[in-house]
């Protein structure tokens, strides 16, 4: 198995582009599957879960050319496609079920077999396919009691969606599916996430008809058929964070270019409030840990624009060595507090009770053999390895392989002390 080992570093210096976002990219390539015709995707990030979409579009029937070298991406499905998503692939990627608007559309059915919850959360979908009954679907109760997600519809129609939760998955999958749907659908309490706005804009290029995508109430006429389109993906707003915490943890001065500071502005509000020093140049965004003695303060995790669950865990690792005691609560993944036994092996003595974790702060931490329990997590644990005594050993990092573009190599070029080992 792979394995990270990192080294106690100084201060990281230097300038870190970001690459595009995981979390754009996957809802719009399995909205490539709305059209027959070419699409060309660019800024796509090198990534584990970009390879296994482009996997299922191939399986699914579509000719994928990917050169990640270049970033970009092909997909063209002028034939038929299967309705049923391989369990192989939808079991490495939860993100798999996001094909299952387009499956329908343009198969009339949908066959997904889900996986179980996965380690931060059981993750169901009910919202998706209340969506998609809304807009005509039916579902077979049967086979969803066994974990299998077989949806049919001979036509979708516009409907209103109110979504109990504002579920990014939800919503990307309903907006995919009411583009083509017959009149218009009304989708109220959705998911407010750059990555929605991302996939509306580049529906809008196929010739979709979208509008509100950003605020809680997006309306989509559905259109006849969606066109070829080029697009570029946003940039990634969860590795830009993870890198304004890598300066921050190491009394770092690090300049992020291509970021776009609108999507991060929790995130660099609790920042400041910890002393980091952050400002929007023309270059792109200094952060600075090196100027202000870093001290605690309280995050609790929320739907967009709130502080993003993603960012809780590099967000910890930060308040370990801050001064002071912090208490960070998590409010959308109900076991996104994983990398608290990993952190604590290194000695930060962090308690939790349900949705809180309570940090003393002020560590001096200690490296140790650790596990990236997911993929922020393992970030987060490399964040702590930069700043603790010794050597730490960060094993599964296939999870951070499945999100962060080139991640040792841009913490090297930054003179963070990591190696790679593959075994
Ligand atoms: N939920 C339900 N029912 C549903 C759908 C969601 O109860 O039908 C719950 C989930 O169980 C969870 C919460 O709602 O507790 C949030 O789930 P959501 O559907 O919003 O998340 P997602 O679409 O599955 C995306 C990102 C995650 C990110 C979350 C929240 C992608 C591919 N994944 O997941 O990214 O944490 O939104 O922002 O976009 C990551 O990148 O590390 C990652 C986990």
Redesign the pocket.
Known sequence: MAKFIVEKSGPLHGTVEISGS??AV??ILAATLLTEERCIIKDVPGLR?VDVMCDLLTALGATVEKDLYNNRVEVESPGEIHYEAPFDLVKKM??SI?VLGALLLRTGRAVIHLPGGCA???????????GLKALGATIDEEQLAKGIVDAKADELHGATIYL???????T?VIIMAASLAKGTTVLENA?Q?P?IVDLANYLNKMGAKIKGAGTDTIKIEGVEKLKSVSHHVIPDR?EAGTFMVCAAITKGDILIKNMVPSHLKAVIAKLRECGVDIETTEDGVRVRGNLNPLVSTDVKTL??PGF???MQSPFMALLTVAKGPSVVIET???NRFMHVAEFNRMGAGIRTEGKCAIIPGDKQLKGAPVIAT???AGAAVVLIGLVAEGQTEVSQIYHIDR?YEKFVDKLKALGANITRVDD
């Open positions: 995981k979390n996957l809802p879960d939860r993100a996001l931060i959360g059981e993750r169901p979908i009910e919202l998706h396919l209340k109990d939760f504002p579920s990014v998955g939800a990307e998911a996430e990555e969860i739907p967009y993003p669950t993603d959308v993944f109900e997911d993929l922020r999100g």
